[in-house]
């Protein structure tokens, strides 16, 4: 069973949490200097760690890339790791969530997904796996600067708390500037849905801490369960300032769009993407009622084009084949059968 799957908390403000510590291994250089025999050394170290204990091991040079695609679809690697051209592999315990990603821009990337708002039961999963990777290996470390990484941002603690948000009502304010202005300013970021460098779609956004030297990761948990909270009210405040003839345009707005979801033939990822917003404020408010966030969060991953194309029983050949393919799956999902 996979993240997208289990129903956590805040589900009608945050889709899902993310913990990622970042590792790096004594006597090897960074990977920027790592030549392909270390590359494969650690990858087969990691590797003999992990699989015992239930990790998939997949090797990034031995898979296709629609394949690669479909993994950063899921969230379990970044679009920078499933186009490296260096040796590389994901070690996979999907039903816990946990991805270590090896020889991306440091040497491991161990990482928690989880659905809602989950940041310390996240980040105890991805802390487990890393203090057995610690038992293996002896991790680059200074007293004065914590965790070496590659990129200094990373110094210290190596985590990084990514909320993904679904803010539609601050987005339809013209709020989201001001917001992410606010937010630089106690050492948050503001990113689109796959993170650093991607746009926002359907109104979703990942918030995460930039700051990892200087503090303790206590500290970090305790700054996002705060900051998500004020962002949380701020959307149900700005949700509920929606009133008379603005409210009704709403509701005819989502329910349109809930049935276009529900009996469309032919549709788009980016429609789709557009629709799932619509649907899931329409839950939020009351409006929709025989659907779930479950549904949508399933829907999210599964009917984006690399993953949707792996589930097919035969390769769409057009765009059109394949929208008509993500229509059936929409169906499917909403409509299941027995």
Not at 14 to 28: K, M
Not at 215 to 235: D, R
Request: charged share 20%.
């Amino acid at each position: 069973m996979s993240w997208y799957h289990l129903q956590g908390k805040c589900a009608d403000t945050v889709i899902s949490t993310r913990v990622r510590l970042a590792r790096n291994i004594v006597g090897y250089p960074f990977v920027s200097k790592l030549d392909s025999a270390g590359a494969g050394e650690i990858i087969e170290k990691v590797g003999s760690t992990l699989e015992p204990s239930g990790f998939r091991k997949i090797n990034f040079s031995d898979i296709s890339p629609i394949m690669a695609t479909s993994f950063v679809e899921r969230h379990y690697v970044s679009p920078e790791f499933s186009l490296q051209e260096s040796p590389h592999a994901l070690l996979l315990q999907e039903q816990n969530g946990v991805a270590v990603m090896v020889c991306e821009e440091d040497h491991l990337r161990v990482q928690c997904i989880l659905a809602g708002f989950a940041p310390e039961e996240a980040y105890q999963n991805a802390s487990e796996i890393e203090k057995r990777l610690d038992e293996e290996f002896d991790f680059a470390y200074e007293e004065a600067l914590g965790y070496l990484t590659q990129c200094p941002t990373n110094l210290g603690t190596g985590l990084r708390v990514s909320v993904m948000m679904f803010l539609p009502a601050l987005s339809r304010a013209g709020s989201m500037n001001s917001l992410a202005a606010q937010l630089s300013k106690i050492g948050l970021a503001v990113r689109g849905l796959f993170g650093e460098n991607s746009a926002s779609a359907g109104c979703m956004y990942q918030i995460s801490n930039q700051v990892t030297l200087g503090v303790s990761e206590s500290e970090t948990l305790c700054m996002m369960n705060e900051a998500i909270s004020q962002i949380s009210e701020k959307e149900k405040l700005a949700r509920a300032a929606i009133v008379g003839e603005a409210q009704e345009r709403l509701q005819d707005h989502i329910l349109r769009s809930e049935g276009i979801l529900r009996y469309a033939l032919f549709l788009t990822s980016s429609e789709l993407i557009r629709l799932l917003s619509d649907v899931r404020l329409g839950i939020a408010l009351g409006y929709v009622k025989d659907i779930s966030y479950e549904q949508l969060n399933t829907l999210l991953v599964e009917a984006m084009p690399a993953t949707l194309t792996l589930s097919s029983e035969s390769t769409p050949k057009t765009e059109s084949a394949r929208d008509k393919l993500r229509a059936v799956k929409v169906q499917s999902v909403l409509h299941p059968k027995g």
